[in-house]
T-cell receptor, first 113, second 108 residues
């Protein structure tokens, strides 16, 4: 298995632009998590899905953030419009069960200028 | 107050030393995780614990549910163990809380 695959690895965009981050979880994992990591706040859980259904999005910072999981093998995290304070590393992870060991993707480093 | 507290924040050790990183939490949990993040940025899940002790190579993780405390031990530390170690807990309401991490540097 190739693990959790995220794209792009790096994204630089101008303030106000739409940004879409992509994630392919491990096949057979029923849970998918989106995290954000910054120096100031550390690692934060933004949203997680169970069997493609969003279960808890209480970590999503604002309405500018949205996430979808149209099928078991693909998820997106969208920021529209992006702001400089959204600059962070965004990780996607998947696991067979909620509290089980997760496999993390390599992350997307987002810079909004 | 953070639901998960780690100590120390920073730790420098000589190669070969025995290392302990501590994690205390204040919520009822279904599981506790230890994560490792190397300077390159990738995150690896090391352990998931709900009771007792787990061992993988030179790494040992223990948890005391009554005391709401977990420790991560590294025996015979090596420079390649240099990383940030993050404690995370999943509470009984299916929420995750993260510690701020312990930055470990092992000097040859």
């Amino acid at each position: 298995d190739a693990g959790v695959i995220q794209s792009p690895r790096h994204e630089v965009t101008e303030m106000g632009q739409e940004v879409t981050l992509r994630c392919k979880p491990i096949s057979g994992h029923d849970y998918l998590f989106w995290y954000r990591q910054t120096m100031m706040r550390g690692l934060e859980l933004l949203i997680y899905f169970n069997n493609n259904v969003p279960i808890d999005d209480s970590g999503m910072p604002e309405d500018r953030f949205s996430a979808k999981m149209p099928n078991a093998s693909f998820s997106t995290l969208k920021i529209q419009p992006s702001e400089p304070r959204d600059s962070a590393v965004y990780f996607c992870a998947s696991s067979p069960f909620f509290a089980d060991l997760s496999t993390f993707g390599s992350g997307t480093r987002l810079t909004v200028v | 107050k953070n639901e998960v507290e780690q100590s120390p924040q920073n730790l420098t050790a000589q190669e070969g030393e025995f290392i302990t990183i501590n994690c205390s939490y204040s919520v009822g949990i279904s599981a506790l995780h230890w994560l490792q993040q190397h300077p390159g940025g990738g995150i690896v899940s090391l352990f998931m614990l709900s009771s007792g002790k787990k061992k993988h190579g030179r790494l040992i993780a223990t948890i005391n549910i009554q005391e709401k405390h977990s420790s991560l031990h590294i025996t015979a530390s090596h420079p390649r163990d240099s990383a940030v170690y993050i404690c995370a807990v999943a509470n009984t309401g299916n929420q995750f809380y993260f510690g701020t991490g312990t930055s470990l540097t092992v000097i040859p």
